[in-house]
């Protein structure tokens, strides 16, 4: 005889074999959109630097590859970058004059302001035809997830600032 536990259990693990099946299918499309999807011909990996230089304020560059928890070769190929466009600029440490920390530049907060403004407009457009409940429900619990996800992971995970869509 099976129990009211055992009968529950069972589409629940049927529903997270379904999630867990459909989690890499979620990361390749993100990471199509973010070539097929963006309206800025930069480079968009360097572009999300700026949203934690933004929210914190000045980091110095290994900082801030531990922060977003990123190779700091790639971070210092990224931040050249921002540096060469005029997004994000380098100023003497106030603590240590030898060091450095990332600042980012009026063109940068633009940068950023734009990049906001374009990832709106795809999640507005792909989003068109859902029922504003369908979208709250989803936005809730896809938030949720994401902080249940962080806080699974070691260490220290992005910090989502508020109103951020995390």
Not at 46 to 55: D, E, F, S
Not at 69 to 80: G, K, Q
Not at 104 to 118: C, F, K, P, Y
Not at 135 to 148: E, I, N, P
Request: glycine residues 6%.
């Amino acid at each position: 005889m099976t129990s009211a536990a055992d009968t529950a259990a069972v589409p629940r693990d049927r529903t997270l074999d379904q999630l867990s099946e459909q989690l890499p299918r979620f990361l390749r499309l993100i990471s199509a959109a973010k070539v097929h999807l963006s309206t800025d011909p930069r480079d968009r990996a360097a572009l999300v630097l700026l949203t934690p230089l933004a929210r914190l304020g000045p980091l110095r560059q290994g900082a801030l590859a531990e922060h977003v928890r990123a190779d700091p070769s790639t971070v210092s190929r990224h931040v050249a970058a921002l540096v060469d466009e005029g997004l994000v600029r380098r100023v003497a440490d106030e603590s240590d004059g030898r060091a450095t920390q990332l600042v980012v530049t009026d063109a940068g907060t633009s940068a950023l302001e734009q990049l906001g403004r374009d990832r709106a407009a795809v999640v507005r457009r792909i989003t068109a035809g859902w029922a504003p409940d369908d979208l709250a429900t989803f936005s809730a619990l896809l938030g949720r997830f994401l902080d249940d996800l962080a806080a699974a992971l070691p260490g220290d995970a992005i910090t989502p600032a508020p109103g951020d869509l995390r």
